[in-house]
C-alpha cells in the first residue's frame, strides 16, 4: 500500500510537471505553438513598420507565430483582414485599428470564438476588448502644446488635429487644449481654428495649413499638429511663405524626417513614445492572453462596452535641447541620421 501510495504520487507530479511544460513557452493551454493574427492600421507609415518589426521579433522570442496584415489605412478592409485572421484559428488577436467605432462586430466575433483581443496603442470601442496597451494620450496632448508655448505663449494659435476616426486623437486634442486653455482664457492666446484630418494623411494636412495661410494672411503663430506626419506638412507650407522655423509646430511619433526638422529648428518638439517598449508589452500581453494568464494593467478605460483593463506606457517630450539625451541616447536615431553629419 505504502508502495502505491508513493507511486501515485511520482505519476500525479509527473503529470503536473508535463501540464505546466506544455504550456511553457510559446505553447497555448492545449500544448500547441501560439498563433498571433496582427492587423495593423497601415504599413506605409514609418511608425507602424517599427511596431511591426519589433512586435514580430519579440513573439518569435516567446516561441510564437505572428500572421500579420495591413488595412492600407482602410477601415471596410480592416474589418475584413480581422475576420480572415479569425477563420485562420489564432489564439489571440492583436489589433492597431483604423477606425476604432467600426471593428466591433469583428471583434465580438473574435470573443464569442474564444480569441482575446489585445487592442495596441488605439482602443477599439463597443466590443470585448481583453486587454489595453497604449501611452497616456492626454498627456501627448500637453507635451505638443508644452513645446510650443515654450517657444511663444502669446499670439494666434491653429490647431491641426489627427483623424476623425482615431479614437486616440480626441485623447491628444484634449491634452494640447487644457493646456492652452489658460493662456486662452486669460487672452494671451487667439485660438484662430482648428481641423481635424482625415486618415492623417500629410496631404490633406498640407491643403488644411495652406487654406489657413491664405485665409488669415499668414497671420499665424503656432500650430499645434496632432503628429509628425501632419506636423511635417505643416512645416512644408509654413516654408512656402517664408515662415519656417519662425512659426513653431508640434508633432508626435519622433520620425526621422522630424527629428532632422527639430535639429534644423523647423519643428519644435515631438513626443517620442517608446515603440519598441509599447511593441515588446504587446508581444508578451498576446502570449499571456493566449494562456490565459492575468496581463498586467495599472488602469482602465471603459470603451463603451466594458471597462478595458489598460497598461500606461509614458511618452517623453524631445525638443532640440534633448536630442542627444532621448532619442539618441535610446538608439531610436543616431546622431549623424538626425544632424547629417
Known amino acids: 500500500m505504502k508502495s502505491l501510495k508513493i507511486l501515485l504520487s511520482v505519476l500525479t507530479i509527473f503529470a503536473l510537471c508535463f ?10 493551454a492545449q500544448g500547441k505553438k501560439i498563433k498571433i493574427g496582427l492587423s495593423l492600421d497601415d504599413l506605409r507609415l514609418e511608425r507602424w513598420q517599427k ?11 516567446l516561441g510564437a507565430d505572428v500572421t500579420y496584415v495591413s488595412s492600407d489605412g482602410n477601415a471596410t478592409k480592416q474589418l475584413a483582414d480581422i475576420e480572415n485572421l479569425i477563420a485562420q484559428n489564432i489564439d489571440v488577436l492583436v489589433v492597431i485599428a483604423n477606425d476604432g ?17 489585445l487592442a495596441y496603442d488605439r482602443m477599439i470601442n463597443n466590443c470585448d476588448i481583453a486587454h489595453y496597451i497604449t501611452f497616456d494620450l492626454e498627456k501627448v496632448g500637453r507635451m505638443q502644446a508644452e513645446g510650443v508655448l515654450e517657444i ?17 486623437a480626441r485623447f491628444f486634442r484634449k491634452g494640447a487644449m487644457d493646456t492652452l486653455q489658460p493662456y486662452i482664457e486669460r487672452g494671451d492666446i487667439e485660438l484662430i481654428g482648428e481641423q481635424a484630418t482625415k486618415d492623417w494623411l500629410p496631404d490633406v494636412a498640407l491643403q488644411i495649413i495652406e487654406d489657413m495661410l491664405t485665409a488669415q494672411n499668414n497671420n499665424v503663430s503656432a500650430i499645434v499638429a496632432a503628429n509628425d506626419a ?33 535639429a534644423k529648428g523647423e519643428q ?27 496581463v498586467e494593467s495599472n488602469g482602465s478605460l471603459n470603451n463603451g462596452y466594458k471597462d478595458v483593463p489598460t497598461f500606461y506606457i509614458e511618452p ?7 536630442l542627444d539625451s532621448t532619442v539618441i541616447a ?11 553629419n
Not at 501540464?19 to 497555448?28: L, R, T, V
Not at 467605432?101 to 483581443?117: K, W, Y
Not at 511635417?232 to 515662415?243: E, M, P, R, T, W
Request: aromatic share 6%; charged share 20%.
Open 19 to 28: 501540464i505546466s511544460c506544455s504550456n511553457e513557452g510559446g505553447n497555448n
Open 51 to 61: 511596431d511591426r518589426d519589433y512586435f514580430v521579433e519579440e513573439a518569435q522570442k
Open 101 to 117: 467605432n467600426s471593428l466591433s462586430p469583428a471583434i465580438m466575433q473574435a470573443s464569442q470564438d474564444g480569441i482575446p483581443t
Open 152 to 168: 511663444t505663449n502669446k499670439g494666434r494659435f491653429y490647431y491641426l488635429g489627427g483623424s476623425p476616426t482615431d479614437n486616440n
Open 230 to 262: 501632419i506636423g511635417g506638412a505643416a512645416v512644408q507650407a509654413l516654408k512656402a511663405q517664408g515662415l519656417a522655423g519662425k512659426v513653431p509646430v508640434s508633432g508626435q511619433d519622433a520620425d526621422l524626417a522630424a527629428l532632422q526638422r527639430i
Open 268 to 294: 519644435a518638439v515631438t513626443v517620442y513614445k517608446p515603440v519598441k517598449q509599447i511593441a515588446v508589452e504587446c508581444a508578451k500581453a498576446a502570449v499571456a492572453l493566449a494562456k490565459g494568464e492575468t
Open 316 to 322: 517623453i517630450k524631445v525638443t532640440k535641447d534633448n
Open 330 to 340: 535610446d538608439g531610436w536615431a543616431t546622431r549623424e541620421d538626425v544632424y547629417g
